[in-house]
């Protein structure tokens, strides 16, 4: 199947769940999936704390620790199915799912994470955010004292932007590897509706919630082109910003000339901020009120109009 060339024909606009012939591969099983069939298995918040302690490393302690309870506990959020170890040695390959064959990389961190969490070579990253069928992300974050698991979320790839990846300082020459230019995660790019928690400050979420939850941003991974998917991601954290139930479009304009900084190249911000809207009114990220008035609410209690169509298809 074709990867990034293909879906950049795919302009129009599609509703997640709506299969085009070159989207990305998780989307077919999940249309026939449906929520109901899904397999009930609770998450169990306590990690088996002694399978790391023939490990010296923390590095290694933490990973084979929240490897286990991720195989364990955490189900794809795409579309339900069974999480296995990846076969690959590929580093970024932690796990694949047996249904839908999404990947996902595990990253998970005693205490919290940093708001800038280093991560490998600057320009593979990019590559990936390119690539809309690259793995996408797991984080994890647990309590040592009572090995407890306190958050858990996954993040598709495509809710990552150039902004949310930061480009690091070349090792000096006179380090081992000289010259190598190496990235960090900034956190706190990430839009809260591209944050698809499985468990929130250790309380765990209903399974048919998360998988909605995912579905509902799914849209943007018909959108291969990093500055268009920029644009929404861009109004999302706008919107975020003013953290507010209800907003105008008058309020997003005062917008404009950030956005002009953010996306130079365009000079038709206005029509622009207005078709993003509309974007993630589609998605049932934000709703119309009338009157150039909108309503936020990232948490998922909207119903989309075409919502039980898409149930009834499948
Ligand atoms: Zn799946």
Same mark, same amino acid.
């Given at each position: 199947?074709?990867?990034?060339?293909?879906?950049?024909?795919?302009?129009?606009?599609r509703l997640p769940g709506q299969n085009s012939?070159?989207e990305?591969?998780r989307s077919a099983?999940f249309r026939c999936a449906g929520v109901?069939?899904?397999? #009930? &298995?609770?998450?169990?918040?306590?990690?088996?704390?002694?399978?790391?302690?023939?490990?010296?490393?923390? *590095?290694?302690?933490?990973?084979?620790?929240?490897?286990?309870?991720?195989?364990?506990?955490?189900?794809?959020?795409s579309c339900?199915? $069974?999480? #296995? +170890?990846?076969?690959?040695?590929?580093?970024?390959?932690?796990?694949?799912?047996?249904?839908?064959?999404?990947?996902?990389?595990?990253?998970?961190?005693?205490?919290?994470?940093?708001?800038?969490?280093?991560?490998?070579?600057?320009?593979?990253?990019? *590559?990936?955010?390119?690539?809309?069928?690259?793995?996408?992300?797991?984080?994890?974050?647990?309590?040592?004292?009572?090995?407890?698991?306190? &958050?858990?979320?996954?993040?598709?790839?495509?809710?990552?932007?150039?902004?949310?990846?930061?480009?690091?300082?070349?090792?000096?020459? @006179? #380090?081992?590897?000289?010259?190598?230019?190496?990235?960090?995660? $900034?956190?706190?790019?990430?839009?809260? *509706?591209?944050?698809?928690?499985?468990?929130?400050?250790?309380?765990?979420?209903?399974?048919?919630?998360?998988i909605e939850?995912w579905r509902r941003?799914a849209f943007?991974?018909?959108?291969?082109?990093?500055?268009?998917?920029?644009?929404?991601?861009?109004?999302?954290?706008?919107?975020?910003?003013?953290?507010?139930?209800?907003?105008?479009?008058?309020?997003?304009?005062?917008?404009?000339?950030?956005?002009?900084?953010?996306?130079?190249?365009?000079?038709?911000?206005?029509?622009?901020?207005? @078709?993003?809207?509309?974007?993630?009114?589609?998605a049932?990220?934000?709703?119309?009120?009338?009157?150039? +008035?909108?309503? *936020?609410?990232?948490?998922?209690?909207?119903?989309r109009?075409r919502q039980?169509d898409m149930h009834g298809r499948g």
């Amino acid at each position: 199947m074709g990867k990034t060339g293909n879906v950049r024909e795919n302009k129009e606009h599609r509703l997640p769940g709506q299969n085009s012939p070159t989207e990305k591969r998780r989307s077919a099983p999940f249309r026939c999936a449906g929520v109901s069939h899904v397999l #009930a &298995n609770d998450i169990d918040l306590k990690l088996n704390s002694a399978l790391g302690e023939r490990y010296k490393s923390e *590095a290694q302690r933490v990973r084979v620790i929240s490897e286990a309870w991720t195989e364990r506990n955490v189900f794809c959020c795409s579309c339900g199915g $069974v999480l #296995a +170890r990846g076969q690959n040695n590929a580093r970024v390959l932690d796990f694949t799912c047996m249904k839908c064959h999404n990947d996902f990389e595990l990253k998970s961190t005693r205490g919290t994470f940093s708001n800038k969490l280093p991560d490998g070579a600057f320009e593979t990253m990019m *590559a990936r955010l390119r690539d809309v069928s690259s793995p996408d992300f797991f984080f994890l974050t647990y309590d040592s004292k009572s090995s407890y698991v306190t &958050n858990f979320f996954a993040v598709p790839t495509y809710f990552l932007d150039q902004t949310v990846i930061e480009k690091r300082k070349p090792l000096s020459p @006179q #380090a081992r590897r000289a010259g190598w230019v190496g990235c960090n995660i $900034v956190m706190n790019r990430i839009p809260e *509706a591209g944050r698809v928690f499985y468990v929130r400050n250790r309380e765990v979420l209903k399974r048919s919630d998360i998988i909605e939850r995912w579905r509902r941003t799914a849209f943007l991974q018909h959108e291969p082109d990093l500055e268009a998917r920029g644009w929404t991601l861009e109004i999302l954290r706008i919107i975020q910003s003013l953290n507010v139930r209800e907003f105008t479009l008058q309020r997003m304009y005062d917008f404009e000339t950030q956005l002009k900084r953010r996306f130079p190249r365009n000079n038709f911000v206005r029509p622009k901020i207005r @078709q993003q809207l509309q974007v993630l009114r589609d998605a049932g990220l934000i709703a119309f009120e009338g009157r150039g +008035r909108y309503s *936020a609410n990232f948490d998922g209690s909207f119903e989309r109009s075409r919502q039980s169509d898409m149930h009834g298809r499948g």
